[in-house]
């Protein structure tokens, strides 16, 4: 029998893996500031031709600029950590599905234990 479960992707630490997170982060942030721009517009734009509440109108965009706002707080967080983090340490880089063969008699525990996939600059160097 087949079973498919999750498998962490750990991500090492080194120059080229800084450079691209960064690069990746810094794009989201300029991403979601032109995105709060945009609603700006919107939001004026709707306002000069609706004839709705002008208050329930700034409410809604207010609270979708809020959640960007919200967004680019956090990636620039991730960017101050990312100065700090040491070369050769281990990040989280998300979960893979493994299809794994099961059999009776095979130890259970053995088969839960987390498994996980190390990459160093995209190249996967260990499977655990």
Request: charged letters at 35%; hydrophobic letters at 35%.
């Amino acid at each position: 029998m087949k079973i498919i479960r999750k498998v962490a992707v750990k991500q090492v630490v080194t120059d080229q893996t800084k450079m691209n997170l960064k690069e990746e982060y810094e794009l989201k942030i300029f991403k979601l500031e032109q995105e709060c721009q945009q609603l700006i517009f919107e939001q004026k734009k709707l306002e000069q031709r609706s004839s709705k509440n002008k208050a329930d109108i700034a409410l809604k965009f207010q609270k979708e600029m809020s959640n960007r706002k919200d967004h680019i707080k956090w990636y620039k967080y991730k960017l101050e950590q990312l100065e700090i983090l040491p070369i050769g340490s281990e990040i989280s880089d998300g979960e893979v599905d493994a299809m794994i063969e099961i059999e009776e008699g095979m130890d259970w525990n053995e088969i839960i234990d987390q498994k996980s996939i190390l990459i160093k600059d995209g190249i996967i160097t260990k499977i655990t």
